[in-house]
């Protein structure tokens, strides 16, 4: 597991040595949002991360108790990826993250019916997504 030498106590730079790059926080959106659990289903992901890279990542986030790692139940020899409590608390981030790019990039791919979710009940629409999380470590 990769653990990081903190450069400095500021909150900020905590959160950003871990999620510094663009590939780290795409991982926890296939996770969260894309019900992506397993190393062949992140290769899929449109960006198109390195094998490299993706392993450097989830060891990154597994060191960092962002994600658990787990023998699949129905094949023990594959690795299945789950969000930890720590991770499912990201939840409000990449929300907030999903609504500023729905306001600032005109092309991008967001889906219009999450935005009105969120701007109808974003407290709701953050507890139904992460009751879901959690139902999913119940069941791993």
Request: charged residues 30%; glycine residues 6%; aromatic residues 10%.
């Amino acid at each position: 597991m990769k653990q990081i030498k903190r450069k400095s106590d500021c909150p900020i730079n905590f959160a950003l040595e871990i999620f510094g790059d663009r590939w780290t926080f795409l991982i926890v959106r296939d996770l969260m949002f894309k019900g992506k659990h397993f190393y062949g289903e992140f290769l899929t992901s449109e960006e198109g991360i390195a094998t490299n890279i993706l392993s450097d990542r989830l060891s990154l986030l597994e060191g960092n108790g962002i994600v658990n790692r787990s023998s699949d139940p129905s094949h023990k020899q594959k690795i299945k990826y789950s969000l930890t409590q720590k991770g499912i608390d990201l939840v409000p981030l990449l929300v907030e993250f999903i609504m500023w790019s729905a306001k600032y990039d005109k092309d991008s791919a967001v889906d219009l019916t999450f935005v009105k979710s969120v701007k109808r009940d974003k407290v709701g629409l953050i507890a139904e997504i992460c009751k879901g999380l959690f139902e999913e470590l119940d069941v791993s």
